[in-house]
């Protein structure tokens, strides 16, 4: 079957509006599905980030009083990317992040922000706008995640529908009370409806209401249909285990392509990955830590959550200094933990230092100078940037839970022995075992030839997004001939 049709539903596209790996899926995966003969138009809710960079904007649908307001849907494109661009001021022209304000406090309107998405998603998806006709509708996050419900009470004929799980801990929970404010009938508030502890959850509705559940990795599939894992949702994950499928996150690997990237000051190949060194100095220069070749350089490029484990690094400083290590932290986030790396860096000057914000370019460069990455996750749904630290030669250090499993091989003796091994993973997820593990990673650096044997065997990994495009498009495929359903 070909010219297969999707219409992806998303509240962030890469390069356009970017809070966290979301952005980067949604920016890549369009393109890695057209290799395989699959259309996929977006439809973003229309921030001003997104609005500011459309080209050839046509409007194709008008509503008016949408939650409040006129909108209009514009049919465009930017950076290569093919949009439906929901333009409705009165939800999304405004100033801050996609989710909250500048004080960091959620839209107290998200519920309706994030309703228009999804009522708009399904109506482009029933044919509203004519010249469109999706075969499947693939949603992404609790924010996309009522488009299922709107097409499920709707109850015409639909395209099949895909939710895809990016983080579990973000599931959209609003008061009974907004039923019918949300356009939602009375029958929708059911236990295989919306209805959620008493609430309305967003991203429970998509994983009742979707034909097909997918998220970012096996690991995390089946992690979260456990107790622990499973953020309240587990029980309805296992009910539903037949729909629910993990396929690994790929990375672009034009944007991350350590011989082409103009961040660096010395682009190099896997067979000239010695010029690493180079890198590493300016990375040391960047970041204002002591010019030591010699010195193992760890980097971190994360959101400061509870969710990263960051705060493990912090425990383990001491030894990081004692090991003759130095890290460099790009990151933000939680208030507390940039104080704590604020304060670090502070008190171990040429040895811990910390860039507080959000900067691609810096990024590029950990990856590029690092000799190893810090990835201590609690949990771990896939995770981009120890892929992007593969494939720059920077070896990740992480735990050994979600996305991280699936992509890391652990330099274990048998793995060396076989020449595997693209990192070293630790558990459980304490300060004490990652401490061990940052240990094991010192031990390496006094044998430079394993170590660069490991750097070579993640710069040799296939980290793009073939593979996983290749396996949504047998799941969409599989759907648009209703095999799936
Ligand atoms: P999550 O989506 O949970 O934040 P991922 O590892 O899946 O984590 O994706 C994070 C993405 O955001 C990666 O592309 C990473 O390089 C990027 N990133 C994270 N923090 C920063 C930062 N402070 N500056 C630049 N890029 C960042």
Redesign the pocket.
């Known amino acids: 079957m070909s010219g297969i049709t999707v219409l992806s539903v998303a509240p962030e596209i890469y390069p356009l509006i ?7 899926v949604t920016g890549a995966l369009a393109g890695a599905l057209a290799a395989e003969g699959i259309a996929v138009v977006t439809l973003v809710p229309g921030y001003p980030a997104v609005t500011n960079k459309i080209n050839a904007a046509e409007p194709v649908l008008t509503i008016p009083n949408l939650f409040g307001g006129d909108a209009r849907v514009l049919r465009a494109t930017a950076a290569g990317l093919d949009l439906f661009v929901l333009d409705a001021p009165h939800l999304f022209a405004r100033p801050g992040g996609p989710y909250a304000g500048r004080d960091g406090r959620d839209w107290p309107d998200n519920p309706f922000r994030f309703a228009a998405l999804c009522q708009i998603a399904a109506r482009l998806a029933l044919g509203e706008y004519p010249r469109f006709r999706p075969d499947v509708v693939h949603a992404h996050d609790w924010q996309a995640g009522l488009t299922a419900a709107y097409l499920a009470y709707d109850g015409r004929p639909r395209p099949a529908t895909v939710i895809t799980v ?2 579990l801990a973000f599931q959209g929970q609003y008061p009974a009370a907004l039923l019918a404010p949300l356009g939602l009938p009375p029958r929708a508030f059911a236990l295989d409806g919306v209805e959620y502890y008493g609430m309305i959850g967003f991203l429970k509705a998509a994983l009742c209401l979707s034909d097909k559940i997918t998220t970012v990795s096996p690991s995390y599939a089946a992690e979260i249909c456990t107790p622990e894992n499973g953020m309240g949702l587990d029980g309805l994950l296992r009910a539903r285990s037949d729909a629910l499928i993990g396929i690994l ?1 790929g ?1 672009d690997e034009a944007i991350w392509n350590p011989r082409e990237d103009a961040w660096l000051v010395a682009p190099y190949s896997i067979r000239t990955r010695a010029r690493r060194s180079l890198n590493k100095a300016a990375l040391q220069k960047h970041f204002g830590l002591a010019s030591e070749p010699d010195a193992l350089l760890f980097g971190v ?3 400061l ?1 509870w ?2 484990g960051v705060d493990l690094i912090l425990a383990n400083l001491d030894l990081i200094e004692r090991l003759g290590g130095q890290l460099a932290v ?3 986030g939680e208030p507390a933990l940039e104080e704590a790396f604020r304060a670090a860096a502070k008190a171990r000057p040429g040895c811990v230092s910390t ?1 507080l ?4 370019r ?2 590029h460069m950990i ?1 590029a100078g690092a000799d190893a990455l810090l ?1 201590p996750s609690r949990f ?7 892929l ?1 630290a593969m494939r720059y030669g920077a070896v990740p250090i992480a735990a050994r839970v979600g996305g991280l499993v699936d992509t890391i091989v652990d330099a274990n003796e048998m793995a060396l022995a076989s020449s595997l091994g693209t990192g070293i993973l630790f558990s459980p997820v304490t300060s004490g075992a990652f401490g061990a593990a940052i240990e094991r990673a010192r031990k390496l650096w006094d044998a430079p030839k394993v170590l660069d044997r490991i750097r070579a065997n993640g710069m040799k990994t296939d980290v793009s997004w073939r593979r996983p495009a290749a396996a949504y498009a047998r799941l969409f495929r599989d759907l648009a001939r209703g095999a799936a359903r």
Do not use: M
């Not at 914000?357 to 691609?360: I, Q």
């Open positions: 970017k809070t966290g790996g979301l952005a980067d990016h983080n996150n990375i490029v994360s959101r959550a969710q990263k790009l990151g933000s860039i914000g959000y900067d691609e810096t990024a990856q990835v771990e749904p896939c995770g981009l940037t120890q992007c």
